[in-house]
Each structure stands twice: as structure tokens, then as C-alpha cells.
């Protein structure tokens, strides 16, 4: 059978759950091979259960500054190609402004900003030469860039000024490598997401947390702002992780290749807060 994206070959970082397992899952089914990259190696295993051959696992702290790298030679000694990099992986690390420490600002800069740009600063030699090599032989194939922003980017968020401000930078990144990377034909958007029912807004009084060295840092909101959000959604309630990771996969179709540069907002009409 012949899938949209046959031939392909794409990164997802934070494949192990959530929007990235949805993601990788959409990837593969249209016919990618998918090196799905992520902290926890067990989530990973399921993940790569889910994609019929066509995914690799890499357990990976991303943050650590060698890892990006690594992803991306694992990528091409595997497949010898690289042509969609989804940046995704991320969490939370809420608290009200005036309380935030530096580890809260840096750890979110560290993986929602630096991360992507490590990632995409490996990838960027393999993307540019098969570029050129299209180019030499009168092809012009569209490899995409797909980053994960949030509305509290562009919108802001109360007890997220850290969370915000990472995400902000992330749509800076994304719209000036559009600007460089438009002429090599490798299309750079980013989806920034609303409320979404992953680990990450499940009720705080779940228990949920992320593990990050030594550190074990709560996720999840309270029941009430759960409560209040979903109502603030005119489609009436928060997105699955599929999706979610539809509004990805849109963007890594041939039928986005004249979408570049854009934030494509997929809240389910969310529109509070300042734009
Ligand atoms: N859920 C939402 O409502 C929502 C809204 C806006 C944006 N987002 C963004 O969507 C993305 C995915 O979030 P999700 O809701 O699916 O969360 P999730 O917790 O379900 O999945 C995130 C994955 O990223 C991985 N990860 C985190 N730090 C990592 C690191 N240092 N190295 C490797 N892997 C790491 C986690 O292990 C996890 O598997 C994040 O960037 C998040 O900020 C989510």
C-alpha cells in the first residue's frame, strides 16, 4: 500500500507519550520511518510497538548538550536521510511569577529553546546537502520542520511566565529558519497547542511528575482551572492527543509545502489572553 509520506524518514523528540507517541504513531501509519527520541526508555518501547517496524527508539536525556547530535548521526547512519524533524518533547514547571527561580527559567529555556536548536543546528548539514544535491539534479523536494509551541506562547499564561517566555522564543527560531531555510525548500512552521488531555494537564491531585536527574518536578493543574479551561474551549472541550497531532502531521504533508513560516494554532478556537 502507498502512504502519503513513503520514503520519509522524520524525528520526534518526547515520542515516549503523549502528543509525540500521537505523532510518531500518524507518522509511520502514513508510511515513515521514524526515530522516536525520548528520555523514558520504557514509554519509548511502547511507542515503537505502535509503528509496525517503521519506528527506532532513542532513550535520550535531551538536554544533556551532546544528545541532539546524537539523534540526529543515529538517524542518518540508520536511514542514511533525514527529512522531518518534529521538535516536541517538553513539560511544565508552573509557579507564580514573582516566586520563579532560575532553575525554573533555564530548565524551561533548556528544553523547549535550546533544544530544539541544538537538534535543528545537527540536522541542519544533512537538510542543506540533500537540498543542494535536489537542486544539482533539477529536484525540488520539501523537507519539513515542525516545532511545538503553545498559546501561552503567544498568548501568555498566568503562573507559566517561564513556560511562555521558552515557548515565545521557540516561534523566534521558528520564523527566522523559515527565513533561511525557505530558499532550500525545507518548510518551517510551528503548532501551538491549547489545552490538550496529556500527562501534562491531567488533574494536579493525580500525582504526575517528571524526572529529571535528582529532581522529581509535579505536573498536571488544579481540577478547578481543569474545570474552567475546557469551558473556555468553543468546541467545548480539550484535544485528544491524535488530535493534536493532527495539526503536526499537516504540517509534514506534501500539502503544507507553501505553508512556511507560520504558527498554526490548533486550540479548539481558544482565543483568551492577549494575541
Ligand atoms: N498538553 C498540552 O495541553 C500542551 C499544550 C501546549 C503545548 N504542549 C507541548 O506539547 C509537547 C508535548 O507535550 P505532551 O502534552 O504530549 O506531554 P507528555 O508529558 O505527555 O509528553 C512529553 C514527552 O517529552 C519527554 N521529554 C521531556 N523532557 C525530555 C528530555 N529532557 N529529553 C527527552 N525527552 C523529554 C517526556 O519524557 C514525555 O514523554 C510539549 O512541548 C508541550 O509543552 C502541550
Same mark, same amino acid.
Given at each position: 500500500?502507498?502512504?502519503?509520506?513513503?520514503?520519509?524518514?522524520?524525528?520526534?523528540?518526547?515520542?515516549?507519550?503523549?502528543?509525540?507517541?500521537?505523532? #510518531?504513531?500518524?507518522?509511520?501509519?502514513?508510511? *515513515?520511518?521514524?526515530?522516536?527520541?525520548?528520555?523514558?526508555?520504557? #514509554?519509548?518501547?511502547?511507542?515503537?510497538?505502535?509503528?509496525?517496524?517503521? /519506528?527506532?527508539?532513542?532513550?535520550?536525556?535531551?538536554?544533556?548538550?551532546?544528545?541532539?547530535?546524537?539523534?540526529? *548521526?543515529?538517524?542518518?547512519?540508520?536511514?542514511?536521510?533525514?527529512?522531518?524533524?518534529?521538535?516536541?518533547?517538553?513539560?511544565?514547571?508552573?509557579?507564580?511569577?514573582?516566586?520563579?527561580?532560575? @532553575?525554573?527559567?533555564?530548565?524551561?529555556?533548556?528544553?523547549?529553546?535550546?533544544?530544539?536548536?541544538?537538534?535543528?543546528?545537527?540536522?541542519?548539514?544533512?537538510?542543506?546537502?540533500?537540498?543542494?544535491?535536489?537542486?544539482? @539534479?533539477?529536484?525540488?523536494?520539501?523537507?519539513?520542520?515542525?516545532?511545538?509551541?503553545?498559546? #501561552?506562547?503567544?498568548?501568555?499564561?498566568?503562573?507559566?511566565?517561564?513556560? #511562555?517566555?521558552?515557548?515565545?522564543?521557540?516561534?523566534?527560531?521558528?520564523?527566522?529558519?523559515?527565513?533561511?531555510? /525557505?530558499?532550500?525548500?525545507?518548510?518551517?512552521?510551528?503548532?501551538?497547542?491549547?489545552?490538550?488531555?496529556?500527562?501534562?494537564?491531567?488533574?494536579?491531585?493525580? =500525582?504526575?511528575?517528571?524526572?529529571?536527574?535528582?529532581?522529581?518536578?509535579?505536573?498536571?493543574?488544579?481540577?478547578?482551572?481543569? @474545570?474552567?479551561?475546557?469551558?473556555?474551549?468553543?468546541?467545548?472541550?480539550? *484535544?485528544?492527543?491524535?488530535?493534536?497531532?493532527?495539526?503536526?502531521?499537516?504540517?509534514?504533508?506534501?500539502?503544507?509545502?507553501?505553508?512556511?513560516?507560520?504558527?498554526?494554532?490548533?486550540?479548539? =478556537?481558544?482565543?483568551?489572553?492577549?494575541?
Amino acid at each position: 500500500m502507498s502512504g502519503l509520506l513513503d520514503g520519509r524518514v522524520a524525528v520526534v523528540t518526547g515520542a515516549g507519550r503523549g502528543i509525540g507517541r500521537a505523532t #510518531a504513531v500518524l507518522l509511520a501509519g502514513h508510511g *515513515a520511518r521514524v526515530v522516536c527520541a525520548d528520555i523514558d526508555g520504557e #514509554a519509548l518501547k511502547g511507542t515503537v510497538e505502535l509503528l509496525d517496524g517503521l /519506528g527506532t527508539a532513542v532513550a535520550t536525556d535531551l538536554t544533556e548538550p551532546a544528545a541532539p547530535a546524537e539523534v540526529v *548521526a543515529r538517524t542518518v547512519d540508520e536511514h542514511g536521510q533525514l527529512d522531518i524533524v518534529v521538535n516536541n518533547a517538553g513539560y511544565t514547571w508552573d509557579g507564580i511569577f514573582h516566586k520563579m527561580s532560575d @532553575e525554573q527559567l533555564s530548565a524551561m529555556l533548556d528544553i523547549h529553546l535550546v533544544v530544539p536548536f541544538r537538534l535543528l543546528r545537527a540536522a541542519a548539514p544533512v537538510l542543506r546537502e540533500a537540498a543542494k544535491r535536489d537542486a544539482a @539534479e533539477g529536484r525540488e523536494i520539501f523537507r519539513k520542520v515542525v516545532n511545538v509551541t503553545s498559546i #501561552a506562547g503567544t498568548m501568555g499564561n498566568v503562573g507559566q511566565a517561564n513556560y #511562555a517566555a521558552a515557548k515565545s522564543a521557540l516561534v523566534g527560531l521558528t520564523k527566522t529558519l523559515a527565513k533561511e531555510w /525557505g530558499p532550500l525548500k525545507i518548510n518551517v512552521n510551528a503548532v501551538a497547542f491549547g489545552f490538550v488531555e496529556t500527562r501534562l494537564t491531567a488533574d494536579a491531585d493525580e =500525582g504526575g511528575a517528571f524526572a529529571h536527574g535528582d529532581r522529581r518536578i509535579p505536573l498536571g493543574i488544579p481540577g478547578a482551572v481543569r @474545570e474552567r479551561a475546557a469551558a473556555g474551549i468553543p468546541l467545548g472541550r480539550p *484535544a485528544t492527543p491524535a488530535e493534536a497531532a493532527g495539526g503536526i502531521f499537516l504540517l509534514c504533508t506534501p500539502w503544507s509545502n507553501f505553508v512556511h513560516g507560520q504558527v498554526l494554532t490548533v486550540a479548539g =478556537g481558544q482565543a483568551e489572553g492577549m494575541s
